[in-house]
């Protein structure tokens, strides 16, 4: 299936994009997640991270479908 991915901060800086477009075989938010991280070389685990599968946070065992855009989303540090 294909899938729309944002990255944000750090992940964005890891990643060397804010967005990409992939096709996988991932069946949720997890699996997605461990994907592109030993792909991209992310160093924040899962449990640091929240995901939004078409705007709307979700848990990670959410079922992906064709289509959706998914948002992995770190901590923010603010001053």
Same mark, same amino acid.
């Given at each position: 299936?294909? #899938? &729309?991915? *944002?990255?944000?901060? @750090? #992940? &964005? ?6 967005? /990409?477009?992939? /096709? *996988?075989? %991932?069946? +949720?938010?997890?699996? @997605? ?8 070389? $992310?160093? @924040?685990?899962?449990?640091? @991270?929240?995901? %939004?599968?078409?705007? +709307? $946070? %979700? !848990?990670?065992? &959410?079922? #992906? %479908? +064709?289509?959706? !855009?998914?948002? $992995? ?7």
């Amino acid at each position: 299936m294909k #899938l &729309r991915i *944002t990255y944000y901060a @750090l #992940l &964005r800086e890891q990643a060397g994009c804010s967005a /990409e477009s992939v /096709e *996988t075989a %991932a069946i +949720d938010g997890a699996s @997605l997640y461990a994907e592109v991280a030993a792909r991209h070389g $992310f160093r @924040l685990a899962r449990e640091q @991270l929240r995901v %939004a599968i078409n705007g +709307d $946070f %979700a !848990e990670w065992s &959410r079922p #992906l %479908a +064709d289509g959706d !855009e998914v948002v $992995f989303i770190p901590p923010v540090a603010g001053g």
